[in-house]
Every structure is written in structure tokens, then in C-alpha cells.
């Protein structure tokens, strides 16, 4: 069964500033997806990055990048340059064939 | 592209009714997911179609819940007798998959809220 470990449950960040928001997970899939979702209060979600397992380079898009470490299963997303629209719900959830297991998520305040 | 859309964005009912909630999925998109969060939690899976076929149901679908996709395209969940415990956002996805299969990502609607009382 996959689990999805997000232990920050709330997370702090001043503007301008850079936070790294953790997650561990554990799958029996050997091929698997892993994505980063935000989700802004009383809005839906948005799809902040993807990350293909199989891949070694780590996905960036724009301000955010992911650090994915297969062997320790681990997948943290790095926001750099925080803004004030970056305050949301991050949910991690890494994926097989189709279903996504979501994390708790780690809600993220920005600072002005 | 419009987006995934959601009708209602909020039910109001009491315990007991009926409700019906509709999902129109991007156009072209042919797997269709829905899901339940609840206040504080990520999102659990529900169901998903694949085209027409439900592919797959979660143990948290109760038989008081029901969903269809006739003819591929836009998808219902219906509760049956509500319960208080069924209040919550109920999300809807859809993905595109090649004929190769794999994982594609999944674009969510704004959900249904639905209140129980």
C-alpha cells in the first residue's frame, strides 16, 4: 500500500525568502509519479511541478524545484523568491498507474 | 479549454435526501476521477472512469454511493440517504492517457461542497 508522510503541518516564510516543504512516501510500485499540488484557500487544485521517478535530474518550474531522493524516497519542493500568492495547502502525491495517494499537506504562510 | 467544471459548488441537505452532483471533464480528456476531502485532510480517491467504464471503486464508497459516465464525457455521484458523516468537498479530475498507458496529471475542478445537516 502507498503512504505519503508530509510532517510539516504548518509551515512559515517570509517574502522573498526561500522554505522547503518535505515529504516521504512509500510505494511497491516500480514505476511511479510524483507530483506537487497547491491548493489556496477555498480554491482548487493547482498542479505546482512534476517529477517522473525514473528520471535522475530533479524538475524545476520556475520558482519551484523539487529535490527527489528515489533510494530514501523522499521528494521536498523548494519555493524560492516566496510571494504572497504562494500561501496555500501543498500536498504532495506520488502516483502509479492512475491513483493519486495525497499526503496531509503542509500549510504554507507568507510574510509580508 | 475551459477547465474542468462542477455543479453545484455547494449542497445544502439534510440527513436523509438524496443528492446529485454533476463533472464535466477537460473535452478529449478519458479518465475521470473523483475524490472526497474532508476539513484538514488531502483528498482520498473515490472512483475513476476510463471513457465509459468505472475502472475502479475505493472501499469508502459505501453502496449508498453511486457514479456513472454515460457515453465517456461528463460523470455524476450520487449519495443516497445522506448522512452527516458525508459532508465534505468532493472533488473532481480528469487525465488524458495514451494508448500506452501510464500516468498523465490530473486537472481538478473547484468541488461540490456539500453540507449534511
Redesign the interface.
Known amino acids: 500500500a502507498q503512504t505519503v508522510t508530509q510532517s510539516q503541518p504548518e509551515m512559515s516564510v517570509q517574502e522573498a525568502e526561500t522554505v522547503t516543504l518535505s515529504c516521504t512516501y512509500d510505494t511497491s510500485e516500480s514505476d511511479y509519479y510524483l507530483f506537487w499540488y497547491k491548493q489556496p484557500p477555498s480554491r482548487q487544485m493547482i498542479l505546482v511541478i512534476r517529477q517522473e521517478a525514473y528520471k535522475q535530474q530533479n524538475a524545476t518550474e520556475n520558482r519551484f524545484s523539487v529535490n527527489f531522493q528515489k533510494a530514501a524516497k523522499s521528494f521536498s519542493l523548494k519555493i524560492s523568491d516566496s510571494q504572497l500568492g504562494d500561501a496555500a495547502m501543498y500536498f504532495c502525491a506520488p502516483t502509479g498507474t492512475y491513483k493519486y495517494i495525497f499526503g496531509t499537506g503542509t500549510r504554507l504562510k507568507v510574510l509580508a | 479549454d475551459t477547465g474542468v467544471s462542477q455543479d453545484p459548488r455547494h449542497k445544502i441537505t439534510k440527513r436523509g435526501q438524496n443528492v446529485t452532483f454533476r463533472c464535466d471533464p477537460i473535452s478529449e480528456h478519458n479518465?475521470l476521477?473523483w475524490?472526497r476531502q474532508t476539513l484538514?485532510?488531502?483528498?482520498?480517491?473515490l472512483t475513476?472512469f476510463q471513457n465509459e467504464a468505472q475502472?475502479?471503486k475505493s472501499r469508502l464508497l459505501s453502496d449508498r454511493f453511486s457514479a456513472e459516465r454515460p457515453k465517456g464525457s461528463f460523470s455524476t455521484l450520487e449519495i443516497q440517504r445522506t448522512e452527516q458523516g458525508d459532508s465534505a468537498m468532493y472533488?473532481c479530475?480528469s487525465s488524458l492517457?495514451g494508448r500506452n498507458?501510464?500516468?498523465d496529471?490530473?486537472?481538478?475542478?473547484?468541488?461540490t461542497r456539500l453540507t449534511v445537516l
Open positions: 479518465r476521477y475524490y484538514g485532510q488531502g483528498p482520498e480517491f475513476y475502472l475502479e472533488l479530475a492517457i498507458g501510464g500516468t496529471t490530473q486537472y481538478f475542478g473547484p468541488g
